[in-house]
């Protein structure tokens, strides 16, 4: 049974749907969420990089490069509430433990994990209890539904901003947005961008297809021209 827990759930996730967020307050925000779960038998780690920084220029000039942050639960056991966890209200309740608790189908094709308050040892009621569920999408790629995660500000609940469908990378959690997604300026692929009036969103996958059109249309010759403003700039 642990190996098919493994092959469920030990897995890294990014959120492709939300990466530039133009708002009248803000303007263009972009956001860089991602997380891993790993489960060794005994425990479950969550390891996570979530941030969000207002863009001036473009993704790379304005690039900030999110924390890697984890907490784990043993599982059966009680443990405290990380200092940075900050749920409705919760902050200000003395003591707060938390477990973590699993389910999983049978052929092991979906699985949830769900974090459980505790007080005094017996089960706290909040709002929404946290849970990630793990399941395939209708094109076959494996996602993780995230829930229950309530930000205060800028101080995440575990995961800030993880609240949606996340998609599986390849990549190891250490390498996901610890670099701009492209090595110079791309100021001219968010000239690119269209931009949906009423959500306002765009996703990872558009601003890399705009980069992608942004230079691949470019000839040499306008290439280096570019790169040598660049670097007497």
Same mark, same amino acid.
């Given at each position: 049974?642990?190996?098919?827990?493994?092959?469920? /759930?030990?897995?890294?996730?990014?959120?492709?749907? @939300?990466?530039?967020?133009?708002?009248?307050?803000?303007?263009?925000?972009?956001?860089?969420? &991602?997380?891993? %779960?790993?489960?060794?038998?005994?425990?479950?780690? %969550?390891?996570?990089?979530?941030?969000?920084? !207002? =863009?001036?220029?473009?993704?790379?000039? !304005?690039?900030?490069?999110?924390?890697?942050?984890?907490?784990?639960?043993?599982?059966?056991?009680?443990?405290?509430?990380?200092?940075?966890?900050?749920?409705?209200?919760?902050?200000?309740?003395?003591?707060? @433990?938390?477990? &973590?608790?699993?389910? @999983?189908?049978?052929?092991?094709?979906? #699985? *949830?994990?769900?974090?459980?308050?505790?007080?005094?040892?017996?089960?706290?009621?909040?709002?929404?209890?946290?849970? %990630?569920?793990?399941?395939?999408?209708?094109?076959?790629?494996?996602?993780?539904?995230?829930?229950?995660?309530? #930000? !205060? #500000?800028?101080?995440?609940?575990?995961?800030?901003?993880?609240?949606?469908?996340?998609? *599986?990378?390849?990549?190891?959690?250490?390498?996901?947005?610890? &670099?701009?997604?492209?090595?110079?300026?791309?100021?001219?692929? =968010? @000239?690119?961008?269209?931009?949906?009036?009423?959500?306002?969103?765009? #996703?990872?996958?558009?601003? =890399?297809?705009?980069? !992608?059109?942004? /230079?691949?249309?470019?000839?040499?010759? *306008?290439?280096?021209?570019?790169?040598?403003?660049? %670097?007497?700039?």
């Amino acid at each position: 049974k642990d190996i098919k827990i493994v092959r469920l /759930f030990n897995r890294s996730f990014i959120d492709r749907e @939300m990466y530039l967020e133009e708002t009248l307050q803000f303007g263009r925000r972009v956001f860089q969420n &991602a997380l891993s %779960i790993q489960y060794d038998g005994a425990s479950w780690t %969550i390891l996570y990089r979530s941030n969000h920084f !207002d =863009m001036d220029c473009c993704p790379t000039c !304005d690039f900030v490069e999110p924390e890697l942050e984890q907490f784990t639960l043993d599982e059966g056991k009680l443990a405290p509430v990380p200092p940075q966890s900050t749920p409705e209200n919760i902050h200000q309740i003395q003591d707060l @433990m938390m477990s &973590a608790s699993f389910t @999983m189908r049978e052929d092991g094709t979906s #699985g *949830e994990i769900k974090i459980i308050f505790f007080k005094d040892s017996v089960p706290f009621p909040v709002q929404f209890n946290p849970s %990630i569920i793990i399941g395939m999408n209708a094109s076959r790629r494996w996602v993780a539904d995230c829930g229950g995660f309530r #930000g !205060d #500000g800028l101080s995440p609940f575990f995961i800030a901003d993880v609240v949606g469908l996340y998609i *599986e990378t390849p990549d190891p959690i250490q390498d996901v947005f610890s &670099a701009p997604l492209y090595h110079s300026c791309i100021r001219r692929a =968010m @000239m690119l961008l269209q931009w949906d009036q009423y959500e306002l969103v765009v #996703g990872l996958d558009d601003v =890399m297809a705009a980069v !992608d059109e942004a /230079f691949n249309q470019q000839e040499p010759e *306008e290439f280096l021209e570019d790169f040598w403003r660049l %670097i007497v700039e």
